[in-house]
């Protein structure tokens, strides 16, 4: 199996790192083939431009939405871009393992996801002989699976049903439902590392095992169950009918 694992941390010896470094060592043991794309390594460009587009006449007006669509359906990507695009189709799992910052992800990898799920590739893409678009469970990358591997400082039950911080279900919603499920990719119940800043040796290893344990039974898990755009429950302005999730509303009620 292949897996390509995304990790976002500045510092190669954090716990973080740490636990990347622990995944990659038993994912090949086991077999499996691994690419990382280490953003802070790399030195990933986050800021989306006009630099995306080196054929790009710069005389225009950019519109970037646009823009990239163009460039994808012409291959006039940027390189890096472009090599991210193969790793992408290259894999059966994606990782994105980072630590949670402000309630999200690193500016480094909010710029990964904005310049490489890009118009035509990942949005904007029509259902064939329909009037529909593929999203929301089906999609380009339709028969993947995708998982969020996250470290915080925070205490698990911080972030839970009526912890201050919110239940972390929540609070990775954008990118579980609206990057993985969009692009048709089976999300799986995210990882998480919990109070991390005071972790020892034994807790440690303990969430080092955890870890491991998710990414080689990855295929055993059951993914979120989140409704299919396309799947009968939706209006076509994308309005839940009338009669579904009934009681529920916000997050959950897009899922089953």
């Known amino acids: 199996m292949r897996y390509f ?14 636990l990347k470094d622990a995944a990659v060592q038993a994912l090949e043991a086991a077999g499996h083939q691994v690419r990382i794309s280490d953003l802070y390594a790399m030195g990933f460009k986050a800021q989306a431009d006009a630099d995306d587009f080196p054929a790009r006449d710069s005389k225009e007006r ?25 790793k992408l189709f290259w894999a059966d799992v994606l990782v ?18 904005d310049r490489v799920f890009v118009n035509g590739l990942a949005i904007g893409v029509p259902k064939e002989g329909t009037k529909q678009w593929l999203r929301y469970g089906e999609g380009r990358f339709a028969g993947k699976r995708a998982m969020l591997a996250v470290t915080t400082g925070g205490r698990e039950g911080q972030f839970s049903e009526r912890g201050i911080n919110g239940p972390i279900d929540d609070l990775l919603f954008p990118l579980n439902h609206g990057l993985f ?58 309005i839940l009918r009338a009669g579904v999730a009934e009681g529920h509303t916000g997050f959950r009620a897009h899922c089953v």
């Open 96 to 113: 994105l393992q980072f630590p949670l910052w402000w309630f999200s992800v690193p500016a480094i990898l909010k710029g990964w996801i």
């Open 62 to 86: 950019l519109f970037y939405h646009r823009a990239s669509g163009d460039a994808f359906a012409s291959g006039a990507l940027a390189a890096d871009v472009v090599r991210e695009h193969e």
């Open 181 to 238: 499920h969009y692009v048709g990719m089976a999300p799986l119940r995210p990882f998480v590392a919990f109070q991390t800043v005071r972790t020892t040796d034994e807790e440690f290893q303990h969430m080092r095992a955890r870890y491991i344990h998710r990414l080689l039974g990855i295929w055993q898990d059951q993914p979120i169950p989140y409704r299919f755009e396309n799947g009968g429950e939706y209006e076509s302005n994308g």
């Open 5 to 18: 694992i995304v990790y976002a941390h500045p510092e190669p010896r954090s716990l973080n790192g740490s």
